[in-house]
Nanobody, 115 residues
Framework: QVQVVESGGDLVQPGGSLKLSCAAS????????MAWYRQAPGKQRELVAT???????NYADSVKGRFTISRDNPKNLAYLQMNSLKPEDTAVYYCNARIIGINSWGKGTLVTVSS
């Protein structure tokens, strides 16, 4: 079973940028579909962005044009580059690794967008 650990969360001002990283264990990382989710206080967890094992990406409408998901298979890393951050992007961001029969979550990293 793959394990994932998020990092990179921080306090950032509106309009700023932040890059989150997701480190995955194991040797089969390239076969996993990866995703970033977020959960704001008092709200349900929502999908932010996905990247398949073949590199296809998809984004929530709320982050299109501002966020970019990517992966580095040799390093077992996935990333979420976040630009033009808004206060409403404040949330705990979770990394998800998925393949048939396996659905693994990290513990999350907190992103706070505030002046």
């Amino acid at each position: 079973q793959v394990q994932v650990v998020e990092s990179g969360g921080d306090l950032v001002q509106p309009g700023g940028s932040l890059k989150l990283s997701c480190a995955a264990s194991g040797s089969a990382f390239s076969f996993y579909d990866m995703a970033w989710y977020r959960q704001a206080p008092g709200k349900q967890r929502e999908l932010v962005a996905t990247i398949t094992s073949s590199g296809s990406t998809n984004y929530a409408d709320s982050v299109k044009g501002r966020f970019t998901i990517s992966r580095d298979n040799p390093k077992n890393l996935a990333y979420l580059q976040m630009n033009s951050l808004k206060p409403e992007d404040t949330a705990v961001y979770y990394c998800n690794a998925r393949i048939i029969g396996i659905n693994s979550w990290g513990k999350g990293t907190l992103v706070t967008v505030s002046s």
